[in-house]
């Protein structure tokens, strides 16, 4: 049975609507009763849209089928199902993937490859499609501007919180609205975004600079959590932009006005990606690591990472145990190519516990059990060798997690 409480994660915000994005739910009864486990995203004619994938080999095949929508046709609707992830599941799973997108693109007057396929829950069972397609009229008939909030909650799993974010701004004086949807609390280790997550805004923006924004953005968020370090075979981040806000359109990767949408769109994406960390499956620590005075960020990103995904580092978080000793090897096996031992320092949470290859002269610890014992740690580690830095984060591993795991079939 998961927690009550996730580490200090609050109830999203209020959820602005997306001018062009309409969104229903429904209780389809596909894995569990009495739930909302159907989703659809109705987007308005002309809306852009650009997604980063799975880079997992056996991805699954609305992954596939999304792929090849995307590059057939501009999108008019989303479908997300969660309890089966519809993945290892070969040509059948591909065609009940192209099955729910005919049926509700008849539901809603489109044509099949204007729809794009999502789907989370367990691996290398066929998809129930008549279940789906049973819910998609529910859905379709409580499509409404205002459905983010009902979206979070339909595509969560094992999350115990919905996860949402909104952002307004001007661009060139014209107002404009960022708003998203996560969900992932196990097997994260994104490859280029998260398990799922759908992002609209309004902006009126080419399909050259949404696809350079969707990569960027999801490189600084998405891309830098972990959980257990497994990468799913369904990670799918799409971002959609209707251009209703009728802003002088944003045509390159760069400029002011692009500057401007990456903010907004890069926020909503990092609190996105800390909430999966916060509602991470059996945390109770939420973890930044933040590795400084790398040659490059790539190295930086290197450290960080081989840190997140030691198990005896995550398990001695877990413990409030503030044995530095893992933290110092996980640091000297990273795969980079330089790294002077005597030049890299160790801090929790402010407290320097390591130094020129060994435990700080001031430290106790008194100092490091206080600083472990926090819900929410930074470790940083500087190398002293460059100018670079770059966060990831990540959470403790704990007795919560082999359970939920072992038992997640059951």
Request: charged letters at 20%.
């Amino acid at each position: 049975m998961r927690r009550a409480m996730a580490v200090n994660l609050r109830p999203p915000t209020e959820l602005q609507p997306v001018p062009g994005i309409r969104i229903g739910t429904a209780v389809a009864g596909i894995r569990k009763k009495d739930r909302r486990d159907l989703v659809v995203i109705e987007c308005a004619r002309g809306t852009r849209a650009a997604a980063v994938f799975t880079q997992n080999r056996f991805c699954a095949a609305p992954v596939l089928v999304a792929r090849e929508h995307l590059a057939a046709a501009k999108p008019r609707a989303l479908v997300i199902n969660t309890g089966f992830a519809n993945a290892g599941t070969g040509e059948a799973g591909r065609q009940d993937a192209v099955a729910i997108c005919e049926a509700l693109a008849q539901e809603i007057g489109t044509s099949a490859t204007e729809v794009l396929p999502f789907s989370t829950g367990v691996i290398g069972e066929r998809l129930p499609v008549d279940r789906v397609t049973a819910g998609l009229p529910n859905c379709v008939a409580t499509l409404d501007e205002s459905g983010w909030a009902d979206a979070a909650v339909g595509i969560m799993t094992t999350d115990t919180r919905p996860k949402g974010s909104s952002r307004r701004g001007q661009i060139a004086g014209v107002g404009v609205t960022v708003t998203g949807i996560a969900k992932g609390a196990g097997m994260i280790c994104p490859d280029m975004a998260t398990m799922l997550s759908f992002v609209a805004t309004d902006a009126l923006v080419s399909q050259a600079a949404l696809d350079a924004l969707v990569r960027s953005a999801a490189r600084t968020s998405f891309n830098r959590i972990t959980v257990d370090g497994d990468t799913s075979t369904n990670d799918s981040c799409v971002l959609l932009a209707t251009g209703r806000a009728r802003n002088p359109v944003i045509d390159a990767p760069e400029g002011e006005s692009y500057e401007l949408l990456h903010t907004l769109v890069a926020g909503v994406f990092t609190e996105l990606a800390q909430a999966i960390i916060r509602d991470a499956e059996g945390a109770t620590k939420f973890i930044t690591i933040e590795v400084c005075g790398g040659h490059d960020e790539d190295e930086c990103v290197e450290v960080a990472r081989t840190i997140a995904h030691s198990p005896l580092v995550k398990t001695a978080f877990f413990a409030s145990d503030p044995n530095w000793g893992r933290i110092l090897a996980a640091v000297g096996r990273a795969r980079i190519a330089r790294l002077d031992v005597g030049a890299v320092a160790i801090y929790i949470n402010g407290v320097c516990i390591a130094r020129g290859g060994a435990r700080a002269p001031e430290y106790t610890e008194a100092q490091g059990r206080m600083a472990m014992a926090q819900a929410e740690i930074t470790l940083r580690v500087d190398l002293g060798t460059g100018p670079a830095t770059a966060r990831v984060w990540t959470s403790d591993l704990s007795h919560e997690y082999i359970q939920i795991n072992a038992e997640y079939r059951t």
